[in-house]
């Protein structure tokens, strides 16, 4: 069935100027890590089925485990992985339910240990209305900002402080694996005594493991 109302919608395709807008938020992330990317949809009217090409920055694959927003109305999802980093997403609704604006889709991506900073876009971005006129928006560039790691930056934010010391505490406290800093499979007071540490030498020479890394490592292991 999905294959017939992709033909079909293939075949019922023709360009022509339309209000209806893709977005992308841009996205900032670390290598080894996963984040997810937010699809908005603007100015929709009478579409019924869209579906747009994403490409992502080298490194990077969309997950599997792909949210429907609200902007979606009992719209029926198909992905299609192309190549690597490059997939084919299809929403239509068999009862030509029209698309709400606001978030259409939310995609987890897979930053590779590897992956740098560099532009994601969709395009192919093509729409079917109800009256059975097919539009296509123009080409959505985003970026994505793949940020250093620094040693000791538990909660993410660039610096390595007091803030970080918190959030290690916060995680010991939770029995949160995410704060096992040292990478012993523990979550303790030997993780705080850890960041302490980084804070004090101003991070950045010390070689151990970073939070990223180490959750990396095991995931891997
Ligand atoms: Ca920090
Ligand atoms: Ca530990």
Redesign the pocket.
């Known amino acids: 069935m999905k294959r017939i109302f992709y033909g079909a919608l293939l075949a019922l395709m023709s360009v022509s100027a339309t209000g209806q807008t893709l977005s992308v938020q841009p996205i900032e992330t670390q290598a080894g890590t996963q984040t997810e990317l937010v699809v908005k949809l603007s100015g929709a009217t009478a579409m019924s089925a869209l579906q747009f090409n994403l490409t992502l920055p080298e490194g990077m694959t969309a997950g599997d485990d792909v949210t429907l927003g609200p902007a979606a109305n009992g719209h029926t999802l198909s992905v299609q992985t192309l190549a690597s980093g490059d997939c084919l997403f299809i929403l239509y609704s068999m009862d030509l339910n029209t698309f709400r604006e606001g978030e259409l889709l939310r995609i987890p991506v897979n930053v590779g240990s590897g992956a740098q900073t560099g532009e994601g876009r969709l395009y192919t971005v093509r729409t079917a209305s109800t009256e059975a006129v097919s539009q296509a928006c123009s080409e959505v560039p985003f970026d994505v900002t793949v940020k250093a790691i620094i040693p000791g930056d538990v909660n993410g934010d660039g610096n390595v402080n007091g803030a970080d010391i918190v959030a290690v505490i916060n995680y010991v406290l939770a029995d949160d694996i995410a ?10 007071g ?2 705080i005594v ?1 960041v302490i540490n980084y804070v004090l030498n101003d991070s950045g020479n010390n070689a151990r493991p970073t939070l990223a890394q180490s959750r990396t490592a095991r995931r891997t292991s």
């Open positions: 704060g096992d800093v040292n990478d012993d499979g523990n979550v303790n030997a993780d850890a």
